[in-house]
């Protein structure tokens, strides 16, 4: 397999993850927040507090959008959570 379609290959399974993860989290936001969900993904309250499923998820949901960014766009794209 060529180099470049290794690279395409590890960048589609890095979205995929990414997908999941941010699937799961929205989920969770969804049944957390009901109708508010979509506002308080934005917020500090949507990243939930230090040992709740909704900080595992997003602390997930984070790792995977930053591997799929470094992957995908090299680290001048991949600043740190400033939320």
Sequence with gaps: ????????????ELTQIFSLADAAWSAELSRLFKKNA???????????????LLN??????????????QTTFGSKFNPPLTR
């Design 1 to 12: 397999m060529s180099e470049v379609k290794e690279m395409k290959n590890e960048q589609y």
């Design 38 to 52: 979509g506002d308080v993904r934005y917020k500090k309250e949507g990243q939930g507090t230090p040992g709740t």
């Design 56 to 69: 595992s998820l997003f602390i997930a949901r984070e790792a995977a959008r930053a591997q799929w960014e």
